[in-house]
């Protein structure tokens, strides 16, 4: 199956900084990739949904502006946690598909999660 | 109340002994019906996709079913290994006005025990 990565897989930073965490798809192109959020022993949470060149669409309750999204590419997402806090640390996970016109694809791989931990 | 139920939440087995695993949903109309597994700490990885025209799909020791009538799926696995334990996610993608919505079961978590 097709490839998504994540970087970084684990990151420790301080309240209030901000911490980037990237999702690339290696080998198609993914004109929609995905950003969730999993708690411990809890399933994923749909975070976002970005396609490519456009503002990604929130699920209601997620803060936009602390979550930043961008897809810039089509191999490539970034989700900024700005202003982190305790409370922000999660394990944050994308998936990536490759759509074909009108044709849902079936689909989706899941990167292998980043691991945030805010002091 | 979920749109995708899990059964059970947690089940311990012996190593090589078969399970099964249950999905109900009440998603409608619906696309496509997905199990993936996810091991502690990884990302979900893919173990079958069928739609609705479709009965059963196997990938080695996982066989998944799905009755479309009744609105449920079941992951049997064969023969059980060790590595197996894992949480185990039943993911249903349904049309709904505008498009598509995918939501996820909460999963049932495996432990196979030596």
């Known amino acids: 199956g097709a490839v998504v990565s994540q970087h970084p897989s684990r990151v420790i930073c301080k309240s209030g900084t901000s911490v980037k965490i990237e999702c690339r798809s290696l080998?198609?192109?993914?004109?929609?990739m995905f950003w969730y959020r999993q708690f411990p022993k809890k399933s994923l949470m749909l975070m976002a949904t970005?396609?490519?060149?456009?503002?990604?669409?929130?699920e209601q309750g997620v803060e936009k502006d602390k979550f930043l999204i961008n897809h810039a590419s089509l191999t490539l997402s970034t989700l900024t946690v700005t202003s982190a806090h305790p409370e922000d640390s999660s394990f944050y996970i994308c998936?990536?598909?490759?759509?074909?016109?009108?044709?849902?694809?079936?689909?989706?791989?899941f990167g292998p999660g980043t691991r945030l931990t805010v002091l | 109340k979920n749109q995708v139920e899990q059964s059970p939440q947690s089940l311990i087995i012996l190593e090589g002994k078969n399970c099964t695993l249950q999905?109900?949903?009440?998603?409608?109309?619906?696309?496509?019906l997905r199990w993936y597994k996810q091991d502690t700490g990884r990302g979900p990885v893919s173990l079958t996709i069928?739609?609705?025209?479709?009965n059963t799909k196997s990938n080695g020791r996982y066989t998944a079913t799905l009755d479309a009538d009744t609105k449920q799926s079941s992951l049997h696995i064969t023969a059980s290994q060790l590595s197996d334990s894992a949480s185990y996610i039943c993911?249903?993608?349904?049309?709904?006005?505008?498009?598509?919505?995918?939501?996820f079961g909460a999963g049932t978590r495996l432990f196979v025990k030596a």
């Open positions: 998936s990536a598909r490759e759509d074909a016109g009108t044709r849902d694809s079936m689909e989706q791989f």
């Open positions: 080998d198609f192109q993914a004109t929609t």
């Open positions: 970005s396609n490519e060149g456009s503002k990604a669409t929130y």
């Open positions: 999905c109900n949903y009440t998603v409608s109309p619906f696309s496509n």
């Open positions: 069928m739609t609705f025209s479709e």
């Open positions: 993911v249903v993608r349904g049309y709904y006005t505008g498009g598509f919505k995918t939501i």
